[in-house]
């Protein structure tokens, strides 16, 4: 059983800069692939950003791209999401995922993550 505990949100002003971290604990939480994704009041879930098992390889949707960064320390079990240049549409609940099982490839979908944290809010004000 896997756990993910997502924490570093808040409240930022337009331009600002935040880094939200997303802990893993369980049996071998170093060979799952780590996500992120958002969800604002009345809209679907969205996927931010995947990191594959080792880190080496990382993919973002095309509406943060340039904005924001995803990377892991495995020494720490733990996933970060670095975002910048924040605006008033970045506010959201932030939720960190992990799919069913090691070792597979991230995927962009809801559906291909089971394990899921209890979300961190960001709100970003002008």
């Known amino acids: 059983q896997v756990q993910l505990a997502e924490s570093g949100g808040g409240l930022v002003q337009t331009g600002g800069s935040l880094r939200l971290s997303c802990t893993a604990s369980?049996?071998?939480?170093?060979?799952?692939?780590l996500a992120w994704f958002r969800q604002s009041p009345g809209k679907e879930r969205e996927f931010l950003a995947s990191?594959?098992?080792?880190?080496?390889?990382?993919y973002y949707s095309d509406s943060i791209k340039g904005r924001f960064s995803i990377s892991r320390d495995n020494a720490k079990n733990t996933a970060y999401l670095q975002m910048d240049d924040l605006k008033s549409a970045d506010t959201a609940v932030y939720y960190c995922?992990?799919?069913?099982?090691?070792?597979?490839?991230?995927?962009?979908?809801?559906?291909?993550?089971?394990?899921w944290g209890q979300g961190t809010q960001v709100t970003v004000s002008s």
């Open positions: 995922a992990a799919p069913p099982a090691r070792g597979l490839v991230p995927a962009n979908l809801v559906d291909d993550y089971y394990y």
């Open positions: 369980g049996p071998g939480v170093r060979d799952y692939a």
């Open positions: 990191i594959n098992w080792t880190g080496r390889n990382s």
